[in-house]
């Protein structure tokens, strides 16, 4: 039953309408059916798991950005935070995600983040890019919604997948905004096979041609690669 109940409020979250808007972090676990936790930004009660759980997960309390911090599903360690506006504006990094999961065994783990009522502004276009390093498999895809709905999947900005570990990157094309105003959404997997596996990433959207926002998430994950090796 507490399982129904939270399927039915991450429904009713993801169906609100821009006048109603929120911006949303959603985690599920692989082992689960349906997601396991949903956290609104600056809210009192900004979690609900499927313990059954209610409690102030989002650790910033001011506007414009949502963390989750602790162990989660098969994942001892994750520590995730989504920042968006009015914290982060144009011309540089507009929507923002950033995670460091550790296993305590094999799983998956699944974020989403979202956030409605952007506006083109001076930029026309958008790039969605991701850098960082995994002991694991990353995959990770982004989307605009010209219908400005939370979650909304309109548009693909970018999508890849990686089963090497070590460093990667990775920087999409260049995707038109068509109206204003319309939503963003992020959706990152992380998989691990082994205890102890560690996996950490940054991806964001950017507006054209603000290029170097997506050029510094490679070199930090080919920075957290260098940091491995002189560690081992």
Do not use: C, W
């Amino acid at each position: 039953m507490k399982k129904i109940i939270l399927g039915a409020s991450a429904a009713m979250l993801m169906a609100t309408s821009s006048a109603n808007a929120a911006f949303i972090m959603t985690l599920d676990d692989s082992s689960t059916a349906g997601i396991d936790a949903i956290v609104q930004d600056d809210t009192l009660a900004g979690v609900l798991t499927s313990a059954g759980l209610t409690t102030d997960a989002d650790f910033f309390s001011g506007a414009g950005a949502v963390t989750y911090s602790g162990g989660f599903g098969s994942f001892i360690v994750n520590v995730t935070t989504g920042v968006s506006k009015p914290i982060l504006t144009a011309p540089g990094t507009i929507f923002d995600l950033n995670s460091i999961n550790v296993s305590g065994g094999t799983g998956s783990l699944t974020i989403g983040l979202t956030d409605t009522d952007f506006l083109r502004g001076s930029a026309g276009s958008l790039n969605f890019g991701i850098g960082g390093t995994t002991d694991g498999a990353v995959s990770a895809s982004a989307y605009m919604d010209s219908a400005n709905t939370e979650f909304g999947t309109g548009t693909l900005l970018g999508s890849m997948s990686t089963t090497e570990t070590g460093a990667f990157s990775y920087t999409s094309g260049v995707t038109t905004v068509g109206s204003d105003p319309y939503s963003l959404t992020i959706y990152a997997t992380v998989t691990h096979q082994n205890a102890g596996d560690a996996s950490s990433f940054d991806a964001a959207v950017v507006p054209e041609p603000s290029m170097l926002a997506l050029m510094s998430l490679g070199l930090v994950g080919l920075g957290f690669a260098g940091r491995r090796k002189l560690t081992k």
